[in-house]
Every structure is written in C-alpha cells, then in structure tokens.
C-alpha cells in the first residue's frame, strides 16, 4: 500500500528527513497504521476538516480549554490518532516502570541517608545547589513509601526510530485529563475504528489513581478520606482538577477549605469538619504550608508538613520530588539504575552535556549553534534555545547566561522528532511530536496508561511541542488491547462520564483572602507544563 493516491487526504505527504511513524522514505504505509490510512482514504478531505471542526467545537462547549498567551483556546487535538504497536509499547511501558522505581529510590535516598552521594555517584554540591531539594522534609518517610504517585516520563523518537527518554515530570504532571478527554471525543468521532483495531483502554486511569491513592493512606485507616487540592479557577489545569476529582468520585478543595489542628488535616464542610487523609495536590511546593515556604501563600494551608511528618496525611506527589526533575539529575539517571536496581536502562537518554564541567562546557560553547540548550529547571518548553534556529544575539545571550551559571543549563544534540500525519490548512503533513506516559504508583507495582498525551507542534519544522507554547494533541492508541483479570475492572471506555464540571467543593469560605492576590498566584503555579 502507498501513498501516492492523489484523490485522497493522504495526497502529497510525505516523510520529511526525521523517522515518519505512518510511512517509511519509499512511502510505504508501516504496519500499525494500516487501519487507519485506509479509513482516512476513504473520506475525503472536506470530510476530515468538518470531522476536526466538530471535533473543536465539541471541546470549546464542554470548557476543555488551555490558556496559551493569556487567552482561553480550545485544547488543539488533531483529529488523525497516533498509533503504537504492541511490539513497541512492551519496550516502553516496562521502561518507563523501571525509570519510575529508578526515580523512587533516588528521592527515597537523597531525602534518606544519601548513600548515592557517599558512595560517589552523585556530588553533593548537586543537592546543595538545587533550590528543588527541600530540607524542610528531609527524613520525612511518607506512608506506602510512595514519593511518586504520578509520573509523567517524556520520550522521543529520534531520526533513527529509537525511543529515549528527554525528561521526567515527577513533581506535579499535568495532561492526563487531555489524554482522557481525546479518547472520548475519538471513539465517538472513528467508532468504526475501535472496535477492529484492539485498542487498549486508558479510561481506568480515574480508578486506577484512586486505587493507589487509597492504598497509600496514614498507617490504621482503612476508609481513606481523599481529595484533590487545586490552585483553583484561575489556573491553567483547572480543567483537569475538576476533571479527576470528578472521575475519581472525591472532593475537590481549595487551601482556604482544609484546616490542620493537633497533626491533623481536615476539610470544611456544611455538615461541619471532616478529617482528610490524602491529599492529591496539584499546588507546587512552594504554595502548600505558609509556615514552612512562602508565608504570603494563600493557595494552601498552615501546618500542612507537620500533619505529613507526624504520618496523619498522605500529600501526593511528596513534597520534593521537584529535585528528581532536575535535568542535572536526569543526566545521572543511566548510572542511577544500574545503581539502585542493578539493571541496564531500557530506554536510554539523550545524550547531555553537564555545563558545570569545564571540558563539556567548552565544547558546548564552541557548538552552540548546533545545539540545543535548557534550564535544569525549565518547564513547558519555556527558556529553550535551539541553536540552529537562534539569532546572533540570542546565542551571545545564551552564552552569557551559561558562563555566569553553568550549573543552571544543560546541552544536549537537536534531535528530529519523530513526525506523524497531522491536519493542516493544506491537508495532511507530517508534523513533530513528543510522548508523554503516565505511570502510577501504588507501593507494589508501576502501572503505565497504555499511550499518554502525544503532544505535536502544529508549526511546519517547529520541534517545541509544548501546549504551551502553541503545541496540539493527538489521542495515542496502542495497539492490542487486553482487559487483565484479577484487577479492579474499570467501566468500558464509552460507559465513563466526563463533564468540565467538578463537585462542588464543600468548604465554607468566611476568611477574605485577597481574590487580586489569589488570582496571581493560582495564574503563576500550578504544574501547567503540558
């Protein structure tokens, strides 16, 4: 099969020089997408802009939006899916699950006895440097001995096809709502599709985060108390609060709706105070206790660390895990699993220079304009410098920048996203994009949501895929679905309900905080890094 039909949408694509996953260089359609391109080359090209037409008008009206430069848009998701087969998805769902115990034992060690630095694998100065390691929780063991309870693991595809690793997101990973909410829109847009193909659920994920949740409460309660801790209405991931407190079936609470008295939390209710046992925060560290970080926070609640440290609440994500997104650290990740786990790692890095070395940073200075260049601590895409595409003046920037705090940049080659067939003005072209699974972490076992947020940069040539920065969506299907006995059965994929609308919180709210001030800072936090 070919694509070289010129009555169909697939007239005139073509893979470009990066690895295309629908066609390989002579054209020829590569297996997992055979399905697909044949039902695409059936419609015709009117029929797949009115299909993505719909498709955007559907998530305007149920409120699934993302802030992109101040203004509220549609979540762009391009109405071709991205497809994995089975072969490839049982490399990666087991590597991201050994990069997710990798991570747990580092943040189990750094905040622990450190045996990483004494024996030499790590420096010190890495810790003492990064403003993400917080002492303040330092020995503070969390009940499960789950640090991580949500990973989200970004991957590539380089120009040859193989799968790496670009970064890890273990502080407070956003986009699993999109995912969820692609799905749905998907299956009702290709129903036909579905059904013959054997694509694997991920509308478990509510249930299955719940699980975890439950499983990793305060020691002696066996009827946990969950909910879900936003920034609130003002914060670019509200959808997505409102969204899996909803699925899940708990509370979703603001700061101002949890109190803490005697070591212990509790929410605000009309019926009076209830305990809280786990709190699924989607507020940053630095917001969640103004008695231990910033005392002008008015997103959490006083008191919040000692009720973790005395072992009376679950926080999850722990508080620190912000030093595992390093990209320092992740430059010692390889190292770090053979360490830990005495395994080789399943799906490598991108190879990285640690500007902080004097030989790497010479290189890198030399090369700039061939390179790519991040702060250790950057986010969505943001403070990037992509040297072949940069201006005279943003590389002397970036040089000045890297020479007056190496430690703060990382360098790494400009890889060729892989590219998949994405709807444009003029028709179908091959875009590039990223991949972003979710793991989840019960205490026992890592299950990774078969597929994850595929974020593609709608741009010709453009290789930041951020939502944030102008980036779309497609909705991942991995082939060869298998619904595992013995676990928790999740509703089917066309039986769970979805609504932009959240529960209603309970708390009370006597207390004037300030709405100008708890606008901006709901606005400048909140883990939007999708």
Known sequence: MSADDATTPWSGYAPVQAWDEAMDVEGAVREPYTRVYAEIARMSGDDLHSRAEALANSYLAQGVTFDHAGEERPFPLDIVPRVIGAEEWDIISPGIGQRVRTLEAFLADVYGSQHCVTDGLVPRSLLASSPNYLRTVAGLEPPGGVRAHVSGIDLVRDQHGIWRVLEDNVRVPSGVSYVLSNRRAMSQMFPEMFGAMGIRPVLEYSQRLRHSLEKCAPEGVDDPTIVVLTPGVFNSAYYEHSLLARTMGVELVEGRDLETMNGRVYMRTTAGRRRVDVIYRRVDDGYLDPVQFRPDSVLGAPGLVNAARLGNVTIANAIGNGIADDKLVYTYMPELTRYYL???????????????????????????????VKPVDGAGGKGVLIGPKASKQELDQARASILEDPRGWIAQPVIQLSTVPTLTDDGLEPRHVDLRPFAINDGDDVWVLPGGL?????????????????????????????????????????KVEFSALASVPQGAHPEDYGAQQQQQQQQQQGGASC
């Open 342 to 372: 005495g395994e080789e790692p399943i799906l490598p890095n991108v190879d990285t220079w640690r500007l902080e070395e004097p030989e790497a940073r010479e290189e890198v200075m030399d090369r700039l304009d061939e390179l790519v």
């Open 454 to 494: 595929s974020r593609v940069a709608l741009g010709k040539g453009q290789l930041i895929v951020n939502s944030s920065q102008g980036g779309g969506s497609k909705d991942t299907w991995v082939l060869g679905g298998v619904r595992h006995r013995g676990s928790a059965v999740p509703p089917p994929e066309s």
